[in-house]
């Protein structure tokens, strides 16, 4: 491939990536500024570690058809949807995100591999940081796709898990007093039964 057909990314730590315009243009951040003579873009928010990451990912898609992302939820609501039907305004109060396996968390289930391949299943199994990053940097790119996969991998990673084991799991702080943390597990504790 001649080097007309690959442009050149400058990462947040100065590292020059190339990358087919083929697989370029799945990167909603350089569509419009494709058309310019220029090969040469910043991406001053990705490092060229993550970058290389997304990078594997476009070539990975690059004949793909261009999917939407997936319009179903990552959560499911408390008893039958079919009233809700066309109800975009839904209460956010009604979501679930049960500990115990339920028929709903297996529907959560089937619908993420449903729509996750064997190939991105495999890619997207790296520790919590590098997804994180890979999150950030689809987002920042514009990759609907992969950010679609990303926060679907997250949510399933968090689907049943308590406050604590949340907190422990993306190094959060506790910013509740002991007082208020008892306050809120009276005021929640039909969450637990």
């Not at 990358?19 to 494709?34: D, F, H, N, P, V």
């Not at 975009?88 to 996750?116: C, F, G």
């Not at 890979?134 to 949510?155: F, G, Q, S």
């Amino acid at each position: 491939m001649t080097d007309s057909a690959k442009i050149t990314l400058v990462t947040e730590d100065g590292q020059r990536v190339l990358l087919e315009r083929k697989s370029a243009q799945q990167i909603g951040i350089l569509k419009t500024m494709m058309n310019s003579p220029n090969n040469i873009f910043p991406v001053p928010a990705v490092k060229s570690t993550i970058l290389t990451k997304v990078i594997e990912f476009l070539d990975q898609h690059a004949d793909d058809p261009v999917p939407l992302p997936s319009k179903q939820p990552i959560a499911s609501r408390d008893g039958d949807d079919d009233d809700d039907e066309g109800d975009d305004d839904a209460d956010v109060s009604t979501l679930t995100l049960d500990s115990s396996v339920s028929s709903d968390d297996e529907y959560i289930y089937e619908d993420y591999l449903a729509s996750v391949t064997p190939w991105d299943q495999r890619f997207l199994d790296v520790d919590l940081p590098t997804l994180i990053e890979l999150t950030k940097a689809a987002n920042y790119l514009n990759v609907p796709v992969l950010l679609d996969l990303c926060c679907r991998t997250i949510a399933r990673q968090m689907t049943g898990l308590k406050a604590e084991e949340l907190r422990k799991k993306f190094n959060l702080p506790n910013d509740f007093t002991p007082e208020e943390e008892a306050k809120m597990a009276a005021e929640f504790a039909w969450i637990e039964e």
